[in-house]
């Protein structure tokens, strides 16, 4: 077996993450999980302060049924 084999899994480059890599991913993950939280609530609450309605049609009977949702709750304490 050659010493450059790519099929031998010992011959490449340790692919073992370190600690701070591994430490790194976690911390861009936390960011990103942290915008997304600010960006969803930033939704929801634009959506709370305005009446939303849904119309959904029935597949077997084709009737439109119109759901209404209304609020005023203040999300943020």
Do not use: F, Y
Request: charged fraction near 20%.
């Amino acid at each position: 077996m050659a010493l450059g084999d790519s099929h031998d899994p010992v011959s490449g480059v340790n692919s073992e993450p370190t600690i701070q890599q591994v430490n790194k991913r976690l911390q861009m993950l936390d960011k990103r999980l942290d915008n997304m939280d600010s960006v969803i609530t930033s939704l929801v609450e634009r959506v709370m302060h305005q009446p939303l309605t849904l119309e959904i049609s029935c597949p077997e009977c084709g009737h439109t049924i119109e759901i209404n949702i209304t609020s005023n709750i203040r999300l943020r304490g």
